[in-house]
């Protein structure tokens, strides 16, 4: 139909008033047009593109966008999901913002963010680069070095809930028994719980690092290690100096992904510890589980929703600030 | 690119797609003129045999009810999903709910009116008005409580005699539970005790074990408002005592992330001496967590100072959103499944012998729904199918009716459960926690849900 109205408009002008006797009045000139159109629009493979994207366009619709409007929706709302929906303007926000947990949430989640940078965004660079150096097996370390991520998340979690139990017979106790490290409480004490969901992140997810920067180190030219060498550079300082800057891109690319990952951990704190012990370890999506789900007989969905699009609006920043940076790198 | 063949694969790829998504919503119909009534049966992780007396069960009905066809669906009560899986229309028909709830629910019409049909048929004035009163609103009825309990003290009878205590003899003092809970811990490297902290189960327990001392945590100004009194003496006893037996003593163990489900795990796995649950839970011990009936031992929480026993229980209720057919069908399904057993003989007799032939509990101890008569009565109809070791429960089923029942907190009562969680992990994991402090704040904190 657009495509019709487009065409029609410079020979016809303003559509002239159609008697009611319909069959009298010749057909517009501007038919054949059309229907050559249309014709070369299905000719062209139009209708098979249409075709097959309806399938993804629905689920998309249905899965993805169509939530993500009635969330920002319900930000606005007060709902228990069975009567009809009232508004309330900015009330879930202002609650929201009000609450002393969110405060609470915010730094937990920085400080997970900041301790797994700190642990867990090295850590996969020096074993991919120590890999890259290995001349046999790679492909039996690459493996050993994936398998964490073949385990499923859930899994894996209850797992390390096992290794991380805190009296003296537990796994780990055990082993640090044996260098004479007395036992730690892990996932019982304010203080560890936390490093203790990073130490776990961070072994589940290096293996996927791990096989990115292999790739990444794949593509550094040899020759610049030749000229290197002739230079007379230590091993040290051909990773400083050519390795390193050569990974440049894919180091960055993947420390904003780890912010944006980060931000939104869950899975770790809600089965590892449930935000304990004593708010320790709630982050915020956990907080917005919990206004959605904790106490859900009348169920905050709206401050749930709330909270969700002020970090969508955030975590949206941070990507766009990745768009960007990543284009001066790639046009560079 | 264009080919009729490609156009042809694109269109058939579109059609399966779009009759997959027809079957997605596809059923729900019966062609056989059946009311179909989806019922709760049990949580996820039941035992194959308790299916089977489910089946059993089920076949009985349907053949004394032809017109209804009963569909069993999984079903645990977990407050995050109830709201939307009853939204989103996965709710069975028929489900039971906590006392606690019962109460949120009504106010948020998420329950059916079902007066007329209690009326109907006959018990409404047999109910323990106490009980009753948790799914009134008014003189309406929304539902029929069909189980009850009181607060107890669990041990592992195998841990009490390798710790050289007497198993028959539980401890009866708080000062006893602690002295047995470090022997146990001494002597077997076991937790002697063990205290739940996670998703509302831990402010559940402070609040039992206050009650216990003769606190309250709020008071009911009778006017739809409530006071919270949570910094009181009984409840800074209660976190006392948990203070003393982790950092003095040294006998709780050694995880502090304990929820309902998981410290079931951990006894029957045999890794806790005692601890403080519903009378109720050997069923879900021995059917969901294989506990070894032989460890088993329940014996009543202590009270003090005028306390009481926490008590609670859960409700069978019907979904709001069913039509009238299906309500009526769910009405005959609660009387011949929950209520009937405790009413009439042949049906007790039935139900116990079905439940027995699966290796089901029968006989687990719990606070009568009617009256005490009636709930003794029924006792003696299924003698001979008793298969819980009543023995080792003695000191429950003998002290229980000398306690005096106490009603869990009305107002926002699991939001309140979540604020104590928080304070009873701090007790447990902070040496030096202010517990004056962690209440006075908690105190506010529940004051400012209970004034929204």
Redesign the interface.
Known sequence: MTLSTKHQAPTEGDPVPRPASGPMVPAPPARRPRTRNLRTW????G??TL??L??ML?VFTVFSWSPIVQSVIMSLQET????APTWVGLDNFVHVLNDPLLGTAILNTLYFALLALLFGFPLPIVVAVLMSEVRRAKGFYSALAYLPVVVPPVVAVLLWKVFY???P??LFNTILGWVGIPPQ?W????ATAMPSLVLEATWAAAGGSIIIYLAALLSVPPELYDAAEVDGASIWNKIWHVTLPQLRGILFIMLILQVIATAQVFLEPFL???G????ATVTILLLIY?Y????????DYGEATALSVMLAIVLALLSWLYFKLTERWSTS | ??SPR??AI??L??FA?VGA?AACSAGGGDDSGKTELRVATFPPGADAAAYDAFAEQEAQFEKANPDIDIIGVEYEWE??????Q??GGSLPDVFTVPFT?SK??L????LMDVTDEVEELGYADKFNPIILDAVKDGDRIYGFPRQAYAMGLHYNRTLFEQAGLDPDSPPTTWDEIRKAAKTISEKT?KAGFMEM????TGGWQLVAASAARGGSIQEDNGDGTYTSTIANDATKAALEFLHDLRWEDNSL?????L?WGTINQEFAAGNIGMYSSGSDVYTALVRDFSLNPDDYGLTVVPVENGGGTLGGGDIAVVS?TVDDATKAAAVTWIDWFYMQKLLDEDAAVLDAKTLTESGQAIGTPLLPVLDRETYEESLTWIEPYINVPRDQMTPFTDGIWEQTPVGEPKGKT??IY?LL??VV??V???QNADIDALLEAADVDAQALLDE
């Open positions: 299905v000719r062209g493979g209708l098979s075709v097959f309806a399938p629905i228990n999901l069975l009567d139990d805190a009296s017979t537990g409480p996932l019982q004490s304010s590892f510890t449930g304990g012990p004593n708010n919990r959605a789900f904790q106490n859900s007989l009348g169920g | 690119m264009k490609t156009v694109a269109g790829a579109a797609m998504l407050g995050p999903t109830f709201a939307v009853l939204a709830d949120t629910l106010e948020n019409g998420q490297g902290t996670q998703n509302n163990g050694s995880n502090f992330l929820d709001p699991q939001e979540a969680d928080t992990q701090a447990l994991t902070d």
